[in-house]
């Protein structure tokens, strides 16, 4: 079992202006692309199939395996999209990378396209994040400069261009196929598969899509080898992932740890919980995966333990909440999330978050019934499974696993609002003042 971290991705983090081509290729950048420029394209998905590499986005699908699934070339183009539309509650990890060290995605993108036989490729980046949009701008110049994008990359006689587009800010874009229809032009809502873009993607050409963390991490691959790489981690579940803690934890932030570590470990070296108090939920996959309690800290974070233990590894999104929060409050943020976001194409996710969240706002208040609960857990099991997409699902494992660790809590919702049993200024981070008082704050601190 893991007990320290892996510093690869953050490896450059501290580092005076980490994000500059200058400092990457200082730490070692690019010497995977010139190894991958020298083997057959074969090879380089065969490294990738062989260091067991999954999926980063969520999902855990082996990325070779993935890439390996495009048809055999026919004379016509195909595409790489990378989804760097984060975008769910608690997960921050894609725009701390992309912020820190863009060229690790550069680097991973030019390297992936070579392996696929793509010549064009996407970079699909949520269009709030400015900064973020404008930074990863400017490494694309500077590797362009340098002769890692564009013509003749390196002088392999291989070409690759990368367009960086921005999204409009919807949820439901993160998923790949409404990804691909707003990329087109389209509005942004899940394609009914078959076909899978790996077969007609974008533009209805075979269609490569991962996640930033993903691709990211592929140079590193070429760099130490296969070997090296399944050198961490856990048998099947292998390699390095960045770990977001979050909440009520003394020194939250990003950890890039071995899979298969623990939140004991992790919450060890980020200095545990707050001072004075104790862990009762946390996310181990962000809003959208089943809460775990204390009871689950030993569980080793890999896909296979996560899984077994009745949630998923997801983002890798740790949200701790300690013993002041309310968890009924929690999980009705989260359903209003995904109530607002749902894209409303299909009945069960449009009509059952809207409805998720009715009863939720009732309970909170402390005028749910008895019957509310069940009512709750029925709306779920109506969802689960029947929706177009996994935005319905997600919206229904934080509710049903709650229930299931904490009945108690939606019962008092009966009575008593959430509010009176859990009084919001214990479980701030932050400065808090009631209603009345927050205008005299104001002029405290003005």
């Known amino acids: ?26 730490a070692g950048g690019y010497r995977g692309l010139r190894r991958a420029l020298g083997m057959p394209a074969a090879d380089v998905v065969t490294a990738v199939k062989d260091s067991g590499l999954r999926g980063r986005g969520g999902a ?97 006689g291989y070409d690759l261009e990368i367009t960086l587009h921005s999204g409009a800010g919807a949820y439901i874009c993160g998923e790949e196929t409404a990804l691909l229809d707003s990329l087109e032009g389209l ?33 590193g691959i070429l760099r130490g080898g296969a070997g090296w790489f399944k050198g961490m981690g856990t048998e099947r579940s292998t390699g390095h992932g960045l770990f977001s803690l979050s909440g009520h934890v003394t020194r939250p932030g990003q950890y890039e740890a071995p899979l298969g570590i623990t939140l004991r470990e992790l919450l060890d070296m980020a200095g545990g919980i707050r001072e ?19 009871e689950h800290l030993d569980v080793p974070l890999d896909y296979e333990s996560v899984g077994a233990a009745g949630s998923m590894l997801g983002t890798r ?26 894209c409303g194409k299909c009945t069960p996710c449009r009509e059952g978050t809207y409805w998720l969240a009715q009863v939720l ?49 939606f019962e008092a919702g009966t009575h008593t609002p959430a509010d009176v049993l859990f009084p919001p200024e214990r479980s701030s981070l932050f400065a808090y003042a009631p209603r009345h008082d927050r205008a005299a704050l104001a002029g405290v601190h003005a």
């Open 361 to 409: 706002k009732r309970i909170e208040a402390g005028h749910g019934t008895h019957e509310d609960i069940d009512l709750l857990l029925d709306l779920c099991d109506n969802i689960l499974g029947r929706a177009f997409c996994a935005l319905g699902d997600g919206a229904t494992s934080p509710i049903t696993s709650a229930v299931q660790y904490f009945r108690e809590e």
């Open 187 to 219: 509005r942004g809502q899940p394609r009914l598969k078959p076909p899978f873009p790996a077969v007609a993607g974008l533009y209805a050409r075979p269609t490569v899509v991962n996640n930033v963390e993903s691709i990211a991490s592929v140079p």
């Open 1 to 26: 079992m893991a007990t320290t971290l892996a510093p690869v991705l953050t490896d450059t983090w501290d580092a005076d202006r980490s994000w500059t081509l200058t400092a990457y290729e200082r």
């Open 276 to 294: 004075g108090h104790q862990l009762k939920f946390w996310t181990p996959g962000g809003s959208s995966t089943p809460i775990f309690t204390a």
């Open 60 to 156: 855990g699908f082996p990325t070779g395996m993935k890439w390996g699934f495009l048809p055999a070339p026919d004379g016509g183009p195909r595409y790489l999209v990378v989804n760097a539309d984060e975008s769910e509650p608690g997960t921050c990890k894609d725009i701390p990378l992309m912020m820190a060290s863009p060229q690790h995605l550069i680097e991973g993108m030019v390297i992936t396209s070579y392996a696929i036989g793509c010549h064009h490729a996407f970079l699909y980046v949520r269009g709030e994040v400015l900064h973020v949009y404008r930074r990863l701008l400017r490494a694309i110049e500077e590797a362009r400069a340098a002769g890692y994008v564009g013509k003749n990359i390196l002088g392999s």
């Open 317 to 342: 999104a740790l949200q701790i909440f300690d013993e002041t929060t309310s968890v009924v409050r929690a999980v009705t943020r989260w359903t209003e999330f995904y109530k607002h976001e749902s």
